[in-house]
């Protein structure tokens, strides 16, 4: 859901999605504390992180406004990244490698997608017919891999949700659909797993695992007369999403899929509060502990229509002594 030309035009839908027939029961785990990350005057949103960086949007006013793209190593202070005249989106991160959303045009028509060098601060060079006349947008990068989307949500174009090696060249269409009533978004990439959202039409919606190895796609489950949207992924395979009540800040929680078993929820948000964007990152191992995935999210509420982003830490256990 979009309130603004500016926000209409850009990345993800909000997934309201319902799986139907679908029945399962969510394993109640131990909640985790929601950390602010970037609270400011300014609406922020769409964040990414990965390897000590991190990305986001912040409108340049404190209303509605366009947005610009920022980059952030560690405590340095954050540089901005897209050219005067523009507006720009987070994607992903992959090393010192940026792929993100740049809008175009005087009333914001244009989007490309663009792969940038955080550390030298230049613009790469994307592969041939990754960028289209038509709308491209919602990029992630890991290793070899980016995914996005292309197409206008709710047009009567084709819209898809695309893998592009940038060694290879090899291609890949996920998803496709024609359907003026209907969305198809990428999610993200991350190691072997991506995930996207398919709403044939809204709000009939349904997330999508893939495994880039067997080439094979899963729809993941959800509870009845309940919504799921905002998809991430982490390199084990373990889904992240929202999943709520229909309508916006209505028994939001966050959810998480594993590979095997039951999702569990991992946070609920206040009441009046909804998310748009989830980015999944997961910190170097440090044995003996288990592997800790950060789940940044852009949070907005409903009723100002002022975004913040914030964080939840995923902490898997140690595996038992053997």
Same mark, same amino acid.
């Given at each position: 859901?979009?309130?603004?030309?500016?926000?209409?035009?850009?990345?993800?839908?909000?997934?309201?999605?319902?799986?139907?027939?679908?029945?399962?029961?969510?394993?109640?785990?131990?909640?985790?504390?929601?950390?602010?990350?970037?609270?400011?005057?300014?609406?922020?949103?769409?964040?990414?992180?990965?390897?000590?960086?991190?990305?986001?949007?912040?409108?340049?006013?404190?209303?509605?406004?366009?947005?610009?793209?920022?980059?952030?190593?560690?405590?340095?202070?954050?540089?901005?990244?897209?050219?005067?005249?523009?507006?720009?989106?987070?994607?992903?991160?992959?090393?010192?490698?940026?792929?993100?959303?740049?809008?175009?045009?005087?009333?914001?028509?244009?989007?490309?997608?663009?792969?940038?060098?955080?550390?030298?601060?230049?613009?790469?060079?994307?592969?041939?017919?990754?960028?289209?006349?038509?709308?491209?947008?919602?990029?992630?990068?890991?290793?070899?891999?980016?995914?996005?989307?292309?197409?206008?949500? !709710?047009?009567?174009?084709?819209?898809?949700?695309?893998?592009?090696?940038?060694?290879?060249?090899?291609?890949?269409?996920?998803?496709?659909?024609?359907?003026?009533?209907?969305?198809?978004?990428?999610?993200?990439?991350?190691?072997? !797993?991506?995930?996207?959202?398919?709403?044939?039409? !809204?709000?009939?919606?349904?997330?999508?695992?893939?495994?880039?190895?067997?080439?094979?796609?899963?729809?993941?489950?959800?509870?009845?007369?309940?919504?799921?949207?905002?998809?991430?992924?982490?390199?084990?395979?373990?889904?992240?999403?929202?999943?709520?009540?229909?309508?916006?800040?209505?028994?939001?929680?966050?959810?998480?899929?594993?590979?095997?078993?039951?999702?569990?929820?991992?946070?609920?948000?206040?009441?009046?509060?909804?998310?748009?964007?989830?980015?999944?990152?997961?910190?170097?191992?440090?044995?003996?502990?288990?592997?800790?995935?950060?789940?940044?999210?852009?949070?907005?509420?409903?009723?100002?229509?002022?975004?913040?982003?914030?964080?939840?830490?995923?902490?898997?256990?140690?595996?038992?002594?053997?």
């Amino acid at each position: 859901m979009r309130l603004s030309v500016t926000r209409a035009n850009r990345k993800r839908e909000l997934f309201f999605a319902l799986l139907v027939g679908s029945i399962i029961t969510a394993v109640a785990g131990a909640a985790a504390t929601p950390i602010p990350v970037k609270t400011t005057r300014h609406n922020e949103v769409s964040p990414s992180a990965g390897d000590n960086w991190f990305v986001w949007s912040r409108s340049r006013g404190r209303s509605a406004s366009p947005f610009d793209l920022f980059a952030q190593h560690g405590t340095d202070p954050p540089f901005k990244v897209n050219r005067k005249g523009t507006q720009a989106y987070g994607g992903g991160i992959d090393g010192t490698r940026l792929l993100y959303q740049l809008i175009r045009g005087q009333f914001a028509t244009e989007s490309d997608l663009r792969l940038f060098d955080l550390q030298t601060r230049r613009l790469k060079k994307l592969p041939a017919g990754v960028n289209t006349k038509n709308w491209e947008c919602c990029g992630t990068i890991s290793h070899d891999w980016i995914l996005f989307s292309r197409g206008r949500s !709710y047009g009567t174009s084709t819209q898809r949700v695309l893998l592009r090696n940038l060694v290879t060249g090899e291609r890949r269409v996920l998803a496709h659909m024609r359907n003026r009533n209907g969305l198809l978004s990428a999610g993200q990439i991350n190691g072997n !797993y991506a995930v996207w959202a398919r709403c044939d039409p !809204y709000p009939q919606c349904v997330i999508y695992r893939y495994d880039l190895a067997t080439a094979t796609a899963t729809a993941l489950p959800t509870l009845p007369a309940k919504v799921a949207y905002s998809p991430s992924v982490n390199p084990y395979g373990t889904v992240y999403y929202l999943r709520s009540t229909k309508g916006c800040g209505k028994s939001v929680e966050l959810v998480k899929q594993p590979l095997v078993g039951l999702p569990e929820v991992l946070a609920s948000l206040p009441p009046g509060r909804d998310v748009d964007v989830t980015y999944a990152y997961t910190l170097p191992p440090d044995p003996p502990a288990g592997p800790t995935t950060q789940i940044y999210y852009d949070s907005v509420n409903c009723s100002k229509q002022t975004w913040d982003i914030y964080r939840v830490d995923d902490i898997e256990l140690p595996p038992p002594p053997r």
